[in-house]
């Protein structure tokens, strides 16, 4: 069994920064490892949808961002660890939000919500101005 636990969340003030963590626990049950897993961060405001923030290749070679959160976030992994984070810099307002990670098992980074296998239970971001 599979578990996402996300951390790093809090309040923090416009133009501040947090850096999320997501660590992979656990097998598949083909026994799929974090390694095979495209891994993406994805957020939810009250109301809205579930949108993609980043977004990871399997060895970390290719990244995806929204246009957004381009130049203020960024995606890494940790193979090793089976841990990926989520730089943010530059915090917004708008930048509020639940946020999620999730693991793929498809190689493009490109993928929406509906293609990630796996998900964290969240964990909470929230930018004062």
């Known amino acids: 069994q599979v578990q996402l636990v996300e951390s790093g969340g809090g309040l923090v003030q416009a133009g501040g920064s947090l850096r999320l963590s997501c660590a992979f626990a656990?097998?598949?049950?083909?026994?799929?490892?974090?390694?095979?897993?495209?891994m993406g961060w994805f957020r939810q405001a009250p109301g809205k949808e579930r949108d993609v923030v980043a977004a990871?290749?399997?060895?970390?070679?290719?990244?995806y961002y929204t246009d957004s959160v381009k130049g203020r976030f960024t995606i890494s992994r940790d193979n090793a660890k089976n841990t990926v984070y989520l730089q943010m810099n530059s915090l917004k307002p708008e930048d509020t939000a639940v946020y999620y990670c999730a693991a793929s098992p498809k190689i493009g980074v490109h993928g929406g919500p509906g293609e990630y296998e796996y998900w964290g239970q969240g964990t909470q971001v929230t930018v004062s101005s």
């Open positions: 656990g097998r598949t049950s083909n026994g799929r490892i974090f390694s095979r897993y495209t």
């Open positions: 990871i290749s399997w060895i970390g070679d290719v990244t």
